[in-house]
């Protein structure tokens, strides 16, 4: 045993790491880990397989159809330690009623909250089902069990392939602690036991590459395949690449082809024996043979199949989800990680590169030593193996929705061995690299795997941390309290300026009494009653529901709005040139009604509980004007030029006018300045308009340099209005003062600070 202590203490992490993901992951919240559970309790409660007919509304859903040896065994495991047991169907009904309406994973912009689909709050007491609870934290280490099996046959095939075991515990590094590996060891799914029997077979068959056939050696892997086809029947797509291991192992035996079938037989015995009976059962039941047709639902799958190109829009979800991508919902390590990952592999392929130029040069080994001959058919055998089960899965994304990376691990063994491989070649040539390569790979595969991604679930799904006051951003619009249970103390904004394709709006709450009914709230960016962007969230971003709160609680949400959803394409725009208002409402979580009464500090009570502004730039709006404008030498220095102007209508009593101005900002002002235009002549001074510009939507505190603002004035000529020539004036004041701002014409000032924009003449 001293030999494989490094592979013991490679275990020990590897069981270290899963239990922290499964620790630091909600119960429930892994992939499909609802309905593995009610499977399971299914055969526990009714020792029956579920009704696949029934798959679109029994408890078990879309797993209906799957096989049933890891419920089995799991269920014995349960019943031998005597967990508390639920009926399915209440479990289901139960998640139902609990689920977070506002998940983010739906959603193609991929925020980065809400990310439960399910309420927890602390400890998961506002889970509400102990029993659940419990047996779900238990079951959770059958997967870990599974887990270390697949970890020993990936150390058994790394040590076929490579001579020193320095390089065979590298590539069991990879492959066990790669975080998606890991992951799936930590919550209850066959995906783990499915990749432990697959991960053995191809041991076996590795095996037989170097002791060659025998009887009860093949009916080992008949046996494992068997069991991992019970298991998920994707296991099945290594079957072709442990059928090639049979192939060149007789074929260097040099026996007759009855020796190749008679080894076939054997394979196929266990196979047909255990895996025969529920292939039957399901082809005469439902038509079903292998259990597929739950998943081809249509929430589940296209209406048809994809194209190349819409496969290839595909491909970078797959590569991130095959390293690190966690729970039901859209959880990732850091984009820098993927990157170093993706190193790795660059590295791999120079390896490779550098083997094959040495080839070249005539640098390798005699083309018939068994050494070399072996290593070719071992790497036949793992490429055939990566390459169907990869097959597999375009084939499955092609037609079913939602489909990983994680999909790949059947044949995780054989990636991880060609990614060993390759850097093994590197060092070949670069001794020196050996250590710091192997340091480099297992150092990143176990930092990301045992300490990045718990971090990474912890922060995806714990509770917000509560706040002391003196630990609050400086914040706005507040307070507002919602049915005198909690209080809105205010908000906080990165910018008040929209850009990007999301706006982040911080919201600080103070709970003042504890809740009766469950809460959500909504923030809305809205103008004149048009809603162009908006988010509803439980608080805490999804992790701290209304039922958890206890007064003297203070907390605050980072809320992202997405004003350009791509999921709700028809949705209106944020316009340029224009200020929108941010309103908090609060909602009864249940019934969706806004009915929790805003109250101001004062007690007043309100109906639209507005707490602060942001602004749509106006940017560049020359090419919204319509027609020529004349160029104009009016100036509001500090502020803006008027760049161009145009008057037009019909210059008579009565008479309406427009004049259209554009404007080019130089400089901003903190002010909301109001504009008036004024017409004067004939001894008299006559207002034709007064407000913010851009008919308010666009006050000049939201105007920045560099910005070429475009505005429309309508003005209405009065009825009894005397013959005569006539200036049109204009200029800006402070309504609280009167003061007017410095304007300039032709460089000098300007008489009462209002500039001249057109002279007309009104006929007799």
């Known amino acids: 045993m001293r030999q494989h202590r490094p592979f013991l203490l490679l275990l020990v992490v590897f069981a270290a790491g899963v239990l922290a993901q499964g620790w630091a992951m909600p119960v429930m919240e892994g992939s499909d880990e609802s309905v593995h559970t009610t499977y399971i309790e299914l055969l526990r409660r009714d020792n029956r397989l579920p009704d696949r007919a029934s798959f679109h509304e029994n408890s078990t859903r879309q797993e209906s159809g799957q096989p049933p040896l890891t419920y089995w065994l799991a269920a014995q495991v349960a019943n031998a330690l005597r967990l508390p047991s639920t009926d399915p169907d209440e479990i289901y009904a139960h998640l139902q009623s ?69 390089w065979a515990l590298t590539a069991t590094a990879v492959f066990a602690f790669m975080p998606t590996m890991m992951h799936v060891a930590s919550y209850v799914t066959n995906d783990i036991s499915s990749i432990a029997f697959a991960t053995l077979a191809l041991w076996a068959a590795l095996r037989l590459l170097r002791v060659g056939l025998s009887p009860a050696r ?19 797509l290594v079957a072709p690449a442990v059928g090639l291991a049979i192939l060149l192992a007789w074929r260097r035996e040099r026996t007759n082809l009855l020796r ?65 991508k966690f729970g039901l919902a859209k959880v990732y390590l850091h984009p ?63 037609e079913i929705a939602i489909i990983t990376g994680r999909l790949m691990y059947p044949a995780h063994i054989a990636f991880a061995i060609g990614l060993t491989g390759g850097l093994y070649l590197l060092a070949k040539r670069a001794p020196r690299l050996t250590r710091p390569l192997q340091a480099l790979t297992v150092g990143l595969m176990a930092v990301s795997g045992v300490v990045l991604t718990p971090v990474a679930l912890i922060q995806s799904y714990a509770p917000p941390r509560m706040l002391a006051v003196d ?31 999301t706006h982040t709006v911080t919201l600080c709450w103070e709970v003042l009494q504890p809740a009766t009914r469950p809460a959500a709230f909504s ?3 809205v103008r004149d009653g048009l809603i162009v962007a908006d988010r509803t969230s439980y608080h805490g971003l999804g992790h701290y529901p209304s039922s958890q709160w206890q007064p003297g609680d203070r907390f605050c949400d980072r809320v992202e709005l997405p004003y350009d959803d791509p999921d709700v394409p028809d949705d209106p725009q944020p316009q340029p040139g224009t200020v929108y208002d941010i309103l908090v409402v609060l909602l009864d979580a249940r019934t969706r009604e806004v009915d929790w009464q805003p109250t101001l500090a004062d007690g007043r009570a309100i109906q639209f509980p507005f707490v602060g502004q942001v602004v749509s730039p106006a940017g560049d709006m020359r090419a919204s004007v319509d027609g020529e404008l004349a160029a104009t030498d009016i100036a509001f220095p500090g502020f803006a030029a008027l760049e161009g102007a145009a008057v037009s209508g019909a210059v008579e009593p009565g008479g309406v006018l427009e004049l259209a101005l554009l404007w080019n900002v130089t400089a901003r002002t903190p002010e909301s300045w109001t504009q008036f235009v004024h017409l004067v002549g004939n001894g008299v001074s006559i207002p034709l308009a007064d ?50 701002m410095p304007a300039t014409q032709g460089g000098a000032p300007a008489a009462d600070n209002a500039a001249t924009v057109a002279t007309v003449s009104v006929g007799g």
Request: aromatic content about 12%; charged content about 15%.
């Open 218 to 236: 093949l009916l080992v892997v008949g046996l494992l395949l068997a069991l991992g086809a019970l298991s998920k029947v994707s296991v099945l």
């Open 260 to 324: 190749l079938v008679v080894a076939a037989l054997w394979v196929g015995l266990p196979l047909t024996l255990l895996f025969g009976p529920w292939v039957v059962w399901g082809w005469t039941t439902y038509n079903d043979p292998f259990g597929f047709m739950t998943h081809l639902h249509p929430t589940l799958s296209y209406r048809g199949l994809l194209s190349a190109d819409e496969l290839l829009k595909l491909m970078p979800e797959i590569y991130l989800s095959y390293w690190a």
């Open 523 to 525: 923030v809305k960016l």
């Open 471 to 501: 630990e609050l951003p400086a914040l706005s619009g507040g307070p507002v309290d919602y049915d005198g249970t909690i209080r809105l103390l205010g908000v906080a904004q990165d910018t008040p300026v929209l850009s990007g394709e």
């Open 691 to 740: 407000g913010a510009p851009r008919a308010g939507t666009y006050p000049t505190w939201a105007w920045s340099p560099g910005e070429r603002v475009a505005d429309t004035w309508t003005l209405a000529l009065p009825d009894d209005l005397p013959p005569g020539e006539y200036r049109l004036q204009l200029g800006f004041y402070r309504q609280d003062s009167g003061e007017r």
């Open 336 to 398: 820098v990680t993927y990157t170093l990952y993706g190193g790795l592999v660059l590295l791999a392929g120079v390896g490779y590169g550098a083997g094959l130029l040495h080839r070249a040069w005539g640098g390798s080994a005699p083309a018939d030593s068994a050494y070399q001959r072996r290593a070719g058919e071992q790497a036949l055998v793992l490429a055939v193996a990566f390459a169907v089960v990869l097959v597999g899965l375009i084939r499955w994304m092609q």
């Open 98 to 166: 609990i689920r977070n309406t506002w998940l983010t994973p739906p959603d193609a912009w991929n925020r980065r909250d809400n990310l439960n689909h399910y309420l927890h709050g602390r400890d998961e007491s506002a889970f509400e089902q102990p029993d659940v609870v419990a047996a779900n934290r238990v079951l959770r280490l059958t997967s870990l069990f599974y887990g270390l099996l697949a970890v020993i046959g990936a150390y058994g095939a790394a040590n076929e392939v490579f001579a020193r075991r320095s």
